[in-house]
């Protein structure tokens, strides 16, 4: 009986075990590198920030000894006022001029065809400007006759009467045989625009959202300092879209300006 009760007692099953909960997964600490490295990034943009701004505040403030005591006081009235610039700084202006050299032979590089149907046509209707010394007829960078203009107007000196209406017509042959290619040119150099664009605001998120501590003009600042070579390309193509949309407009207005004065 004793043998039997112990063979019960062996076979029997046992009890499940009570489920104990699961202990809070504790997150990773923060990498102390990692921290010290953002930190740092973004003390440097704000004191890049800081330095430009004294320096250019530093930059137009007026000597003391050159300010008379009453007019002291006029200072500190319109102080922004006194400050404001009316002219590109000389590294500015370089810079802009190589800038706009970029846009300017890109453009022209691009619509060539239509600088030279411009040119065959001003050649009929205006008149060059020469040099007052020699005599020579001015040209620009691109080898094309600068057009003399009216001393008290400024408006250029022509006469649209001299279009024969052979030359009408031919001129506009030479636009509508053209204005297709030129067309799709100018919505190549949107894409680009476009894609320069979403180029920079892609780098701008990145670096916006890389620091990991911070106000929100922590984070803009880093990210401005971090995205501003994007930025200025994206304006440059920005402006040679526009300019080519230009000079497509313009073509367009003339040939519907040809085609009016044929009359019908």
């Not at 699961?22 to 004191?47: C, M, N």
């Not at 200072?75 to 922004?80: I, T």
């Not at 000196?157 to 030479?174: G, K, V």
Request: net charge neutral; with cysteine; glycine share 6%.
């Amino acid at each position: 009986m004793a043998e039997t009760t112990a063979k019960k007692t062996t076979t029997a099953k046992k009890a499940p075990a009570k489920k104990t909960a699961a202990a809070p997964r504790k997150h990773a600490p923060a990498d102390p590198k990692r921290t010290r490295a953002t930190k740092s990034t973004r003390a440097r943009a704000e004191a890049a920030n800081r330095e430009a701004e004294g320096q250019a505040d530093a930059m137009d403030q007026p000597d003391d000894d050159r300010v008379l005591p009453e007019e002291r006081g006029e200072w500190f009235n319109s102080p922004g006022f006194r400050r404001m610039k009316t002219e590109w700084s000389g590294e500015d202006k370089a810079q802009l001029d190589r800038v706009q050299g970029v846009i300017d032979r890109r453009i022209f590089d691009l619509f060539k065809p239509a600088y030279a149907l411009m040119s065959d046509l001003y050649d009929i209707v205006r008149e060059p400007e020469a040099d007052t010394a020699t005599g020579e007829i001015k040209k620009d960078p691109y080898g094309f006759v600068i057009w003399a203009r009216d001393p008290i107007t400024g408006l250029y000196i022509e006469d649209w009467s001299r279009l024969t209406i052979a030359q009408r017509e031919n001129f506009l042959f030479r636009i509508a045989g053209s204005l297709y290619e030129w067309e799709l040119a100018a919505v190549d150099m949107w894409t680009e625009a476009m894609f320069a664009k979403g180029i920079f605001t892609e780098r701008f998120a990145i670096e916006y959202d890389r620091p990991m501590t911070g106000t929100i003009d922590d984070r803009n600042a880093v990210g401005n300092v971090k995205a501003a070579e994007e930025r200025y390309f994206a304006l440059m193509m920005t402006a040679c879209s526009r300019k080519a949309d230009a000079i497509v407009r313009t073509l367009t207005n003339l040939q519907l300006r040809l085609k009016d004065t044929l009359g019908g």
